[in-house]
């Protein structure tokens, strides 16, 4: 049975429930959650919480777990389970946000990488070790988002951005077509994949952005379980309370 045949009718959201959908391109992991519990309090539920586990970039897709009512308490046990990603990273060029949010502020040469040369950067940033987070995020750096500073001038090199140990079990080189590789990740909690770009970048040489972002799996649940958003919200509009 897909998700898209559940019937919400009979749930009594407040006890919990794990709303595992597939968040849409551009929409913000907050946008998500403030759409589903507008939604709920049209359904009568007034004071419902509602929160999701693990960020997803709004030029991120995929899987996006939203704790609603009592499984609100199981969000930091969910955000720390393993996660997997499909991933393209565009070579030969940089951005100040590792992605498309911002354009291209220096290019490289990419000519001299080889397939095998791919797979050895690959291997070579396997394993548990530390990252630098994008200044483009969420971090917090003395009472302030990382993001903020960012846009108020402030640069990677004025900025003291403490990493985070990480553990990336394994990198998949999927495609091979340069500039351009897709990548199949598995990795801990915390892993920036746009920060892997850029690593991935340097590893060879050159430099590296990251141009598309699927989160497929987080811990057991995967995309081909996951609600299409507007599909979730009708079925919340069909327990509203007349």
Not at 139 to 156: H, P
Request: some cysteine; overall charge neutral; proline content about 3%.
């Amino acid at each position: 049975m897909t998700q898209g045949q559940f019937d919400l009718r009979g749930l009594n959201f407040e006890e919990g429930y794990i709303a595992v959908l597939d968040k849409p391109l551009e929409w913000t992991s907050t946008d998500v959650v403030r759409k589903i519990k507008f939604a709920l309090q049209k359904a009568g539920y007034k004071r419902i919480k509602v929160g999701h586990a693990g960020t997803l970039d709004p030029l991120a897709t995929g899987i996006l777990l939203v704790c609603i009512g009592r499984a609100t308490k199981m969000v930091e046990a969910l955000q720390a389970e393993e996660k997997e990603y499909v991933a393209d990273v565009m070579l030969g060029a940089t951005t100040p946000s590792y992605d498309l949010e911002h354009p291209v502020d220096r290019t490289y040469p990419y000519e001299h990488i080889t397939r095998e040369g791919v797979l050895e950067a690959l291997r070579t940033l396997e394993g548990e070790r530390l990252q630098t987070p994008p200044l483009f995020s969420a971090k917090k750096i003395d009472g302030m988002r990382a993001y903020e500073l960012a846009r108020a001038g402030e640069t990677a090199e004025t900025v003291e951005l403490r990493q985070a140990r990480i553990n990336i079990y394994e990198i998949e080189l999927l495609e091979y077509a340069l500039p351009r590789i897709r990548i199949r990740v598995r990795c801990s909690k915390g892993t920036y994949i746009r920060s892997l770009a850029r690593e991935i970048g340097e590893a060879l040489g050159s430099g590296a952005h990251l141009t598309s972002l699927r989160r497929t799996r987080s811990g057991g649940f995967t995309a081909e379980q996951a609600w299409q958003l507007e599909q979730f919200l009708e079925k919340l509009r069909q327990t509203e309370t007349k």
